[in-house]
């Protein structure tokens, strides 16, 4: 397990699309060559990236492929990545979500080819370096480096109101992130170290001077920060802005990956670094949760506007990963994590429906189509395909991941599983809504009639979607079997924790 | 201090020239300048000169290097070589260096006589690297008024811009009632403790009760000082002569004279141990990041913009001198070094687009950038990134080193006002970035291709903000050395 190749493993999937984007600065501007340099790149990086599932160990618990090496002596920051079974697949999604992107682009990107491509390759790195950061100064260096590439893509190549929605973006998650900066300053200043594992066991053991005051803050701090990422509730306003005027890749980018960061973040440091402050303040939390889950879905209902549905709808799904994460039971967060997967699938194919669709006829509006079912039969098959996985419909990849979050929740207080349980009734209601209005009935468009169905490498970039969704309802426990032990390590504080409680 | 007793102590020795090498040099160069400007054709000037000035600056590098061999103290102890001053005398003479290159074309887009423009930038180098040097607060003052009085002309050198000698002409006066400030101060503390060498004026504060003259006097130098590196409330100064100013100029003295004011200001506060410092610069250092930030949200000239950036800047700097010296020193050396490194490139890019007459400086003018010059942009972003605190880019360490330095001394409201404001701060950055990407140009602006000086001076900003944000610790392990020495 500690051979050369499985030592640089990390380093090479994190860096090998920066370095591909470096190569790609110093290429003519022929958008062919470029496009297909990026979607060889990213395909590469993806294969490179399997050999992380390939070669977990998947019992084990800690961290794997890991490497540590001093960076900077003062501050002693080091770098030091690993991934557990929770992060190694959103390692895997965010470099199967790539090529996809680079196929979804091919067309839709016609100005400024170069810089799209550049950001794109730019953006994997960072995406991927978040999760197997291990270090918080380097994983804090990963969280804001997401940020420019992403705001530059719906800056420059999203539609209307892009430069709005890309401000917004950066400000409402850089302004959060300085008070995780804050709390990782102060655990820095009290403990000497940025070490995730070292600060971890710290903690642990009672060696950091005035935690028991400051813990609160801290746990806030972080919890800020993810917030807005993810977005839970009163922090989401930047999102549905951001999905619409983005464009495609950069929406499925945003929903399949980075809002993940958030939910990531929650689990590693939230739960890993302040068991105690997560359990004394899970109960607001959930409730936030449940109030996405809900109000998402209410409102993802009324959109006029596809993409903004689809927006909300993340909202509403990325409730459920929060409230499987503060449910600190085996299957809520096993089915937070699943879920995250899931819709890191779904809802990025989702975006690219979209996408295709906007490419064609300039506008998502619903009420601009309706009866595409007849000129596009092709195209209606993967979108329902896509809309049943989203929905939870057993035996797809959604099912799964939300079953586990309800019955972990329900564990935990049976009344938050009864109204999360009501969140994939309004899923099944706003999506499949949305599919009648715009597929059956008559054309009531004539424009609508000549539209072409899928090219062949449309059909290249949704057949890998439409896979893997099946392939995760019908075997979740490929994916099961490395997420569980990792679950088991995170919430073994919490299980001390309640045994401390009995005793007292 | 070992008065001059008798003839052999009167007479310098070698080593006392040694510590005042990179000075020597400069001068000469300086001299050479002026000495051939008037002898020379005039297109040919512009070019010879400038070349021999980028070779005195170099020459001051090298100098300072080999003086770096030789620490100690010099002149009857008003000058002293340690690893402190060999840092500041290093960074000032590659600012110069770097402010030399940027300035290689835009002398004659301006249609400025170089000569005298180049031997005044090495003659403000001169004074710059002595007040890094002097322990003796009086040739700090000549230091500083050598420093002071060639900045000033340079802020008019655009003779046929009315803003250009409107901006020279407010830096003088406002900047000669500064200086006043600061030679009463050191007036006082002369009073306050019968000498004015900073060494014995650190013993005389420690031994005993502080009298009451030293506060007065500390506060008073604290103003001249303050004036110099744009803090609030000494600050107001700062936005109109940077508009006027020309740019080269404007990276020049934002950058150079600001560290030199610096080291001056960490000598006093740090070695003589000022009283009643912490509270003085807490008010300072939060006044400053606040008025700075907020006056740069409104501005839409880009030289504006900066000017109040500067201020801002000036106080997040300041944070670390409220700090413990041992983390204190070496964050705000960490600091000036960054932030001359970025200013410098952010001051070269927008020399280059002001064009002729420097009539290009308006957000406006930015507009569509991005696709018109994406190199120039892209290099521009980076420095704003940096400007804003975004990881990989010097920036981030600088002001990363600042924070938890005044972390570690308990200064966590001054911290919190630290980083709300860089949050505010990363706003008006990021409307310049915006600009240049995301709008579409709506007036024609001609940007003409990278000449070699300015490339070359870019590249060198762009790999010094780069390589302080990838791997600081070379540099700041050197800072740190001073922490060190000081503790003796």
Not at chain 2, 50 to 79: E, K, N, R
Not at chain 2, 93 to 103: D, G, K, N, Q, W
Request: net charge neutral.
């Amino acid at each position: 397990m500690s051979t050369a190749l499985d030592n640089s493993m990390l380093t090479l999937v994190t860096f090998i699309p920066l370095a591909g984007a470096i190569l790609l600065l110093l290429f003519p501007r022929r958008d062919r060559d470029i496009r297909l340099f990026a979607l060889v790149i990213s395909l590469l990086d993806f294969v490179l990236s399997l050999h992380l599932p390939v070669h977990f160990q998947r019992g084990q618990a800690g961290f794997q492929y890991e490497v540590n090496n001093l960076w900077v002596t003062n501050p002693n920051i080091h770098y030091h990545m690993g991934v557990d079974g929770v992060s190694m697949w959103l390692v895997v999604l965010t470099t199967f979500l790539t090529p996809l992107c680079v196929l979804i682009s091919w067309k839709s990107i016609h100005e400024r080819v170069k810089e799209f491509f550049i950001l794109l390759l730019v953006l994997q790195t960072a995406l991927i370096g978040v999760f197997v950061a291990l270090d918080l100064f380097l994983f804090y260096f990963f969280w804001e480096a997401t940020l420019i590439p992403m705001a530059l893509l719906i800056g420059i190549y999203g539609h209307g109101r892009r430069i709005y929605a890309a401000v917004k973006f950066f400000l409402y998650t850089m302004v959060a992130s300085m008070f995780m900066l804050a709390a990782i300053l102060w655990l820095y200043a009290k403990t000497g170290t940025f070490d995730f594992v070292s600060i971890q066991t710290a903690i642990h053991n009672g060696r950091v001077e005035n935690f028991s005051g400051a813990a609160l803050w801290l746990f806030l701090g972080f919890f800020v920060a993810f917030a807005v990422k993810v977005p839970v509730f009163p922090f989401h306003t930047w999102l549905p802005d951001a999905h619409v005027e983005a464009p495609t890749a950069g929406s499925v980018l945003l929903a399949g990956v980075l809002l993940k960061m958030g939910t990531y973040g929650m689990l590693r440091f939230n739960l890993g670094l302040f068991p105690e402050q997560s359990r004394s303040n899970a109960s607001w939390i959930m409730v936030l949760a449940l109030i996405g889950i809900v109000y998402g879905a209410l409102v993802a209902m009324v959109q006029p506007n596809m993409k903004k549905l689809i927006a909300y709808s993340s909202i509403s799904h990325l409730g459920f990963v929060v409230l499987g994460i503060f449910s600190f039971t085996q299957a809520g967060l096993d089915g937070a994590t699943y879920v995250m997967l899931a819709h890191g699938v779904s809802t990025g194919a989702l975006f690219m429906l979209a996408g295709i669709l906007y490419e064609r006829r300039h506008t998502y509006e619903i009420a601009e189509f309706g009866g595409l079912a007849t000129p596009m039969p092709v195209y209606a098959t993967f979108f329902l395909f896509i809309v049943l996985a989203s929905v939870g419909l057993p035996l797809l990849n959604g099912f799964i991941g939300e079953f586990l979050v309800l019955s972990g929740a329900f564990r935990d207080r049976a009344v938050y599983g009864i109204i999360g349980a009501t969140g994939v009734i309004w899923s099944a209601c706003y999506l499949l809504w949305m599919y009648q209005r715009v597929f059956y009935g008559k054309v009531t468009h004539p424009v609508n009639l000549s539209l072409p169905d899928l090219s062949g490498r449309e059909r290249a970039a949704l057949w890998p979607a439409a896979v893997a969704a099946l392939v995760m309802g019908v075997a979740p426990l490929l994916w099961l079997n490395a997420i569980d032990p990792a679950v088991q390590n995170v919430l073994a504080p919490f299980a001390q924790l309640a045994s401390k409680m009995v005793k007292r | 201090m070992s008065g001059p007793n008798d003839i052999a102590q009167v007479i310098p020795q070698a080593a006392d020239y040694v510590r005042i090498l990179p000075e020597i040099v400069l001068a000469v160069f300086g001299m050479i300048v002026m000495v051939l400007d008037p002898l020379m054709d005039e297109r040919r000037s512009q070019q010879t000169l400038g070349v021999i000035a980028l070779v005195g600056a170099l020459a001051a590098l090298v100098a300072t290097l080999f003086q770096s061999q030789y620490p100690g103290q010099g002149f009857w102890d008003m000058v002293r070589v340690d690893s402190f001053s060999v840092f500041f005398h290093f960074l000032v003479a590659a600012i110069t260096a770097v402010v030399i290159l940027a300035s290689y074309e835009y002398m004659a887009v301006q249609r400025i006589r170089a000569g005298e423009y180049y031997a005044l930038v090495l003659f403000g180098a001169l004074g710059m690297s002595l007040m890094s040097s002097a322990v003796e607060l009086v040739l700090i003052f000549v230091a500083l008024e050598i420093s002071s009085i060639s900045t000033y002309i340079l802020a008019g050198f655009r003779r046929n811009s009315a803003i250009s000698s409107e901006s020279s002409v407010k830096y003088f006066l406002l900047g000669s009632f500064a200086t006043a400030f600061f030679l009463y101060g050191v007036a006082l503390m002369f009073g306050a403790t019968g000498s004015t060498s900073i060494s014995i004026i650190g013993d005389a504060l420690r031994s005993g009760r502080i009298p009451m003259l030293a506060y007065v006097g500390v506060a008073f130098m604290f103003v001249g000082l303050g004036f110099k590196v744009a803090a609030a409330p000494f600050h107001v100064w700062t936005p109109d002569v940077y508009e006027g100013a020309p740019s080269p100029v404007v990276g020049f003295m934002s950058t150079a004279p600001k560290a030199a004011t610096f080291a001056v200001l960490l000598r006093i506060v740090f070695e003589a141990d000022a009283p009643g410092r912490v509270w003085l610069i807490w008010v300072v250092a939060a006044l400053s990041m606040t008025l700075g930030n907020i006056g740069a949200l409104v501005q839409d000239n880009v030289k504006r913009l900066l000017a109040y950036s500067s201020i801002a800047h000036a106080g997040y700097l300041l944070v670390a001198f409220a700090a413990l010296p041992n983390n204190g020193i070496p964050a705000a050396m960490f600091y000036t070094a960054s932030y001359a490194a970025m200013n410098l490139g952010a001051f070269a890019v927008i020399s280059h687009i002001g064009g002729e007459g420097e009539r290009y400086v308006t957000l406006e003018d930015y507009e569509g950038l991005g696709r018109r010059n994406p190199l120039l942009a892209a290099t521009l972003t980076i420095f704003l990134l940096s400007l804003i605190g975004i990881p990989i880019t010097g920036g981030f360490f600088a002001k990363f080193y600042v924070f938890s330095a005044a972390l570690q001394a308990n200064l966590v409201g001054l911290v919190i006002i630290g980083v709300l404001n860089s949050a505010v701060a990363s706003y008006y950055y990021l409307r310049l970035i915006v600009v240049m990407y995301m709008r579409e140009a709506r007036v024609e602006v001609p940007v003409s291709p990278i000449p070699v000086g300015l490339g070359a001076a870019l590249a060198i900003s762009l790999a010094v903000t780069i390589y302080l944000g990838v791997l600081p610790g070379r540099v700041l392990d050197y800072a740190a050395q001073t922490a060190v020495e000081w503790a003796r």
